[in-house]
């Protein structure tokens, strides 16, 4: 079967770094992503790992460890609008399951 | 504008009642995926197309019915054999296997009354 564990929440205050780490274990892979989803609304996709190494996208980066089964999202310069639930979610042949979430708060 | 429409965005049914939520996309994504949310928790898959007249069963298929007939459209039927479905349900369509950005609609609120 496929499993992804995240942290369930996160606090950290504004202008810091905050790191969400995702593990995961599947019977296949494509990469891996992450999406940000604001309360009552839809997830939105922020980035997505393929190979290792770090992708940055702006204040967001994301890692993935192909061989430890392993990656996170860093925001950075956390600002109050970043206060959402972050998700990894993994790709195999042909479908995409998501982690539980982390809820992440940013605090003034 | 490109993009991927749930209606109606809230529902209410009756228990022992089958409802049908619409989802439609014009990104020509040969890929659609159907996913439960129940609140402070993940995304969990119901059902999955990669192609039109083809879907596969995801982790909690169970009291739930779908159909590809058409590549943009694919509805989900909540039947009456879902014990349990009051939550937020949302679409979300892909390129397909070489698809790294998944888009989603936004979402319909099941609430059986």
């Known amino acids: 079967g496929q499993s992804l564990e995240q942290p369930s929440e996160v606090t950290a205050v504004e202008g810091a770094i905050v790191q969400i780490n995702c593990t995961y274990q599947?019977?296949?892979?494509?990469?891996l992503s992450w999406y940000q989803q604001h309360d009552g609304g839809a997830p939105t996709f922020l980035s997505y790992n393929a190979l290792d190494g770090l992708e940055e996208t702006g204040r967001f980066s994301s890692f993935l460890s192909r061989s430890d089964s392993y990656g996170y999202l860093l925001l950075q310069e956390l600002q109050m609008k970043d206060s959402a639930s972050y998700f990894c979610a993994v790709r195999d042949n042909n479908d995409m399951r998501f982690g539980a979430g982390t809820r992440l708060t940013v605090k003034p | 504008d490109g993009g991927i429409t749930q209606s109606p965005k809230y529902l209410f049914r009756k228990e022992g009642q089958n409802v049908t939520l619409s989802c439609e996309q014009n990104?020509?994504?040969?890929?659609m995926y159907w996913y439960r949310q129940d609140p402070g928790q993940g995304l969990r898959l119901i059902y999955y197309?990669?192609?039109?007249?083809?879907?596969q069963k995801g982790d909690i298929a169970e009291g739930y019915s779908v159909s590809r007939e058409k590549k943009e459209s694919f509805p989900l039927t909540v039947t009456s054999a879902q014990k349990n479905p009051t939550a937020f349900y949302l679409c979300?369509?892909?390129?397909?296997?070489?698809?790294?950005?998944?888009?989603f609609g936004q979402g319909t609120r099941l609430t059986v009354v």
């Open positions: 979300a369509s892909s390129m397909g296997q070489g698809g790294t950005e998944a888009f």
């Open positions: 197309s990669q192609i039109v007249n083809d879907f």
């Open positions: 990104l020509n994504h040969d890929a």
């Open positions: 599947t019977s296949g892979f494509y990469g």
